[in-house]
């Protein structure tokens, strides 16, 4: 499940929703991703989340149905959201759940790997000396990669 | 064709999208890029490293040989950096 | 932090503590642990979780401060339930928070892992056929192994 | 000494805990075992199977060689499973 949202989100909330009603579930793992006050050196005041709207929900549902089919999940759920944040506002989450750790581990943390290099969103970070757009990182593609079948 | 532009590419254009009839000798994406850059200062800022582009043709990601058609949604952006 | 208890958590409300004033995360990993509805084929209607008080306490803060030691943690929480619990309900969660992501996917990772195989935790299973103990598992162990220092 | 017993090795010995004095030749945990095994029949059933058996002196896991003294608080429990 994807969801493309400029409202917060209560982690808690949708991890209840999702595992409500599916008991064999065992693991639940999530990643929130939060407005840092600092990026490269340089304090950060605010963060304007731009996406592409139509193609934002489609490259998702892909990564989560990419998820689905490489691990035995129960569940799993991707939230983005886009507009303007504050230091300390969450960004994203992703939630995976599964029988046993491990699948709901990885495929949380592929989710994250490939959502960074695939999902058309683009960060504009304010600060005391103006705006700049985030660069991607050379970090962020080696994780990503990964993943990639041979 | 609808072209959108996101991110420095549209602050560099000066707008989010273009719709335009493109000649016909445009078969690629690289082509458009090339047609896209003769029209003002703008456009030859946003285009000018082909290395710090990318591109999506009717909302997938693709490379610059990809064909393009006057009925596709055509997208430049800079490397995404959600997450 | 630890923190040894009876009662359910809110995950979100959880996070929010750990993570409030501290302006310098940029991700945030949870594992929580769930109490399933099967177990080796069998049905389980509730699960009692027996534990060893004061040593329980000493040795998640143990594992705590060698999650702490391992990897750049801004924040890390285990919470341990003990008690009757239903299908469904919490049984644990770990939260760990960082700069980056890679650190705390794998220290959440860790810190799972060794809970499972060194915290005095046991689970006794109610089902159709009787109460029954629930038994170590050698992947638990093997898990853990991955984390022993050379 | 204080000894305690959890899960089912609480259960066939009847009991949580013993506040035993332990004889003097009774210097490591696997000497305190032999020496339980001898208390009865609820004892030998919950020390039969020595590999199923873990062990805390003090509120630290150790091994059967560990050595043991009357003021310890020792634990005896199976493989934990937590989490």
Avoid at chain 2, 19 to 24: A, F, K, M, R, S
Wanted: net charge negative.
């Amino acid at each position: 499940m994807i969801r493309v949202q400029r409202e917060d989100f209560d982690l808690a909330v949708e991890i209840a929703a999702l595992t409500g009603g599916r008991p064999g579930i065992g693991g639940v793992v999530s990643f929130t991703g939060l407005v840092r006050d600092f990026s490269t050196g340089k304090q950060v005041s605010a963060m304007t989340l731009e996406h592409y709207p139509g193609m934002t929900e489609k490259e998702l549902a892909r990564i989560d149905a990419e998820a689905c089919a490489r691990w035995p999940l129960e569940a799993c759920l991707v939230i983005h959201r886009y507009g303007r944040l504050q230091p300390g506002e969450q960004i994203m989450a992703v939630v995976t759940a599964s029988a046993h750790r491990q699948a709901a581990f990885e495929a949380a943390e592929f989710l994250v790997d490939w959502l960074k290099t695939k999902a058309p969103f683009w960060k504009l970070e304010a600060g005391e000396q103006g705006d700049s757009w985030v660069e991607a990182q050379a970090s962020d593609d080696e994780a990503a990669a990964r993943w990639e079948k041979p | 064709m609808k072209i959108l532009y996101f991110a420095w590419i549209r602050q560099r254009i000066g707008k989010s999208s273009d719709e335009l009839d493109v000649p016909q000798e445009v078969a690629t994406v690289s082509d458009l890029i090339g047609w896209l850059q003769s029209r003002g200062a703008g456009y030859a800022a946003a285009f000018a490293d082909r290395d710090a582009l990318r591109m999506a043709v009717n909302q997938e990601h693709v490379d610059a040989a990809h064909p393009v058609s006057n009925g596709d949604e055509v997208a430049f952006f800079p490397p995404v950096t959600g997450g």
